[in-house]
């Protein structure tokens, strides 16, 4: 969810909206439009040419095709940007374990402070 918030560089931000958005229209449009020539080529084989029926499944296919390849590059793209944030952009905080024999005054010059969470910050 942080990466979705802020994924990098302006750039970045913009290709994953509109990548988002793509998807969003482009998957119901390849669906009907490919239920659509499957359906066309099945009236085709009962009533007419079969190489009409030949032509709207190769057509079927290419969408598919097209849109499955758009969809890899995409993803394949976008997961690498999420990896190269995500090495860059880790906050681990290390906890160690409250000694109960030390004042806390001693524990406060060791370092042993109470530490505040935040939301954002893995527990390691």
Request: with cysteine; proline share 5%; glycine share 4%.
């Amino acid at each position: 969810l942080q990466w979705l918030r802020n994924p990098g560089p302006q750039h970045e931000r913009r290709t994953l909206f509109g990548d988002m958005v793509c998807f969003l229209f482009i998957t119901p449009l390849a669906t009907i439009s490919g239920w659509l020539c499957l359906r066309g080529a099945v009236d085709h084989l009962h009533f007419s040419s079969r190489l009409e029926a030949v032509g709207l499944i190769a057509l079927t296919v290419a969408l598919f095709t097209i849109y499955l390849f758009w969809t890899l590059v995409s993803f394949r793209y976008h997961c690498r940007l999420y990896n190269e944030w995500r090495r860059t952009n880790q906050r681990v905080i290390l906890l160690s374990p409250k000694s109960a024999s030390l004042p806390s005054n001693q524990q406060s010059l060791l370092g042993l402070q109470p530490l505040k969470r935040n939301s954002k910050e893995t527990i390691v």
